[in-house]
């Protein structure tokens, strides 16, 4: 009883922190030129509970990660961690960015071993592997990124943050470059992964209906510079079922918040 | 469509029994005779102008035709096999060494003390083996200390102006006024500055390799995909772990088009430096021929150069595919 609770904690098994975003206004380029992204941004998340936020292409979604991540200062507004603001990029709060940007010049494995390695973590090697078996790439630990195809890369850039056991993971669709069967199994992955670690997910996705599926809160954007339009509490019980009557409606909320009501919502 | 498969109907018909029908290896068979010819010309007709004993080069381009010969009969296989690309090659090169006996020993066509027949220049290697052999390692022995440092610390200099924008703020006037010059020109400034001739020749060496090493280098830094910086920052990468998993492995290969750049330019610098001032060396080999009108030592000499500098060139290259061995663009090059 004993060993297996330390053993959780050698693991490093994670506990989830909650996110404040009050505020937030971005804007890229000097003053006299700027190109404004996000406009008056606000919004909690609470630890362990997934955010997933939908908007438009180019609206400002991605910034919104970089700025959580720590990766970038916004212009105005406080971000915050359990109401610890946050300065910079740390390992608690990982992205998964929308590229796999994995190094060429490390195997799957080194690549997915980088975070442990570079905070001088030893003896990774077991978490490494099953981050790998997790997100089905056992069979490639020792191939080069140029080897992968564009699912598998992507795979790994899930795999390389969630060995580090984040208390948040900022995922900008990961799952956008997967085949919809692969997708939904990865989908599954997140949602038992998120439910046994604990972990806060914000998960920016074009995918209604991933949206509906793993979110306990969405947020629907406007176009850039990006507003919050509509905010929708999902507290559907799982398992979820994409035909189920209350699903469907929240879809076409969604979809009509998006400016699809038209076509596509009935 | 019915030639197609009137084709493959014939090929099933005609079994293997066919097949062994004995088919030379053409290149082979090219080559030893061109060899056996130039083995004939050079020991059956008479010198017409003054050559040394032509024995053991009629032994080589014998041995070489008859090497020929088993290759063309089993063809090229086992341990020769990567000889194979080359079969043609030899065949020509044995014409042009028959050519060449005949316009100089046999016909003294071309004029002696320029033109020497290819037993003089083979009989360099017997008679002045021991000062050429000593010339060689002189020559390493400037050449390795001069590229290796040059070559770390062109690599380092790079490596600062491509991260801190306060080491190419002073580095980069610097690179753009004094990497144009020719580093030999800076030969008379060494050569008071520096106790030795060699130390001189090392430096300058040296500092042929560092710049375009310190160019590319600092460009390839520069490059890098700064979100792989984001990426690597995130994971909780300290400066230091970033320059070693990401600054260097991402410039490397510019880095590598830079050592190439840097080391056929201190091939250079080796030369003139050893002509202009050493005592050793291959350049200073060269200078010492010229003077005594030894052709055949010039070319043996420019023949061993051309072997050891195009093999030290291979070696760089074998250590640039195995270190880009995640390249995909190495694999294709
Ligand atoms: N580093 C940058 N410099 C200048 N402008 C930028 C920069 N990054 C993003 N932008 C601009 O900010 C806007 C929002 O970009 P962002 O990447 O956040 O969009 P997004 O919502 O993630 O879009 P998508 O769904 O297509 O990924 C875009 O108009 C983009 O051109
Ligand atoms: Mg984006």
């Known amino acids: ?266 | 469509m019915s030639d197609l498969t009137g084709q493959a109907a014939g090929s099933a018909a005609l079994p293997i029994a066919v097949r062994p029908v004995f088919r030379p290896w053409w290149p082979g068979l090219v080559s030893g005779l061109a060899w056996a010819v130039a083995a004939a010309v050079t020991g059956l007709l008479p010198d017409q102008v003054r050559a040394p004993v032509a024995r053991p080069l009629v032994e080589l381009e014998g041995a070489v035709a008859i090497l020929s010969g088993l290759f063309a009969l089993i063809g090229p296989s086992g341990w020769c096999a990567p000889l194979a690309s080359h079969g043609r090659r030899v065949a020509a090169l044995g014409v042009v060494v028959a050519v060449w006996e005949v316009v100089t020993a046999k016909t003294g066509w071309l004029p002696l003390p320029f033109f020497p027949s290819p037993q003089a220049v083979l009989d360099v290697y017997r008679i002045d083996f021991a000062r050429l052999g000593h010339s060689v390692i002189s020559s390493l022995l400037l050449l390795f200390p001069g590229f290796g440092l040059g070559a770390l610390s062109g690599f380092l200099a790079g490596l600062a102006m491509g991260w801190s924008p306060e080491a190419r703020y002073w580095g980069h006037p610097v690179i753009r006024l004094l990497g144009p010059l020719p580093p030999i020109a800076w030969l008379p400034v060494a050569l008071f500055v520096f106790p030795t001739i060699s130390a001189a020749s090392i430096f300058l060496i040296a500092l042929a390799t560092a710049f375009p090493v310190a160019v590319l280098t600092a460009s390839g830094v520069m490059l890098v995909d700064s979100r792989l910086y984001d990426v690597g920052r995130t994971l909780g990468a300290s400066d230091g772990f970033l320059i070693r998993t990401i600054v260097i492995p991402a410039s490397l290969p510019h880095v590598f088009v830079g050592l190439f750049m840097g080391l056929g330019a201190s091939f250079i610098v080796l030369i003139v430096a050893e002509m202009l001032g050493a005592k050793a060396g291959l350049g200073w080999y060269l200078q010492w021929a010229q003077g005594w009108a030894a052709y055949a030592n010039l070319y043996a000499a420019l023949a061993v150069m051309s072997v050891l500098f195009s093999g030290l060139t291979m070696a760089l290259f074998a250590a640039r595919r195995h270190a880009l061995r995640w390249n995909r663009e190495t694999v294709q090059w």
């Open chain 1, 1 to 266: 009883m004993v060993t297996a609770a330390a053993k959780k904690i050698v693991a490093g098994a994670s506990v989830g922190a909650s996110v404040q975003v009050r505020a937030v206004s971005h804007a890229f380029g000097d003053a006299a030129r700027a190109l404004p992204v996000l406009d008056d941004v606000s919004f909690d998340v609470p630890a362990g509970e997934t955010v997933a936020l939908l908007g438009p292409s180019g609206c400002g979604k991605s910034t919104l990660l970089r700025l959580i991540a720590g990766l970038d200062a916004p212009r105005a507004g406080r971000i915050g961690l359990d109401h610890v603001r946050v300065v910079g990029p740390d390992p608690s709060r990982l992205l998964v960015f929308q590229d796999p940007l994995l190094l060429p010049w490390r195997t799957v494995e080194a690549n997915v071993a980088y975070g442990l390695q570079a905070r001088g973590i030893g003896g990774g090697e077991d978490r490494v592997a099953q981050a790998l078996r997790l997100v089905g790439l056992a069979d490639f630990a020792g191939a080069y990124p140029h080897e992968l195809s564009g699912g598998m890369a992507q795979r790994a850039a899930f795999a390389r943050a969630l060995v580090n056991h984040p208390r948040v993971l900022l995922l900008d669709e990961p799952f956008g470059k997967l085949d919809s069967l692969t997708r939904m199994t990865m989908q599954e992955e997140l949602l038992a992964l998120a439910r046994r670690h604990a972990f806060t997910t914000i998960l920016v996705t074009h995918d209604v209906e991933e949206a509906l599926l793993l979110a306990t809160k969405i947020l629907v954007f406007s176009p850039r510079p990006a507003r919050i339009i509509r905010e929708v509490d999902n507290g559907l019980p799982f398992p979820r079922f994409r035909d189920d009557p209350a699903f469907i409606a929240r879809r076409r909320d969604i979809l009509i918040a998006l400016g699809h009501g038209e076509e596509f919502a009935r």
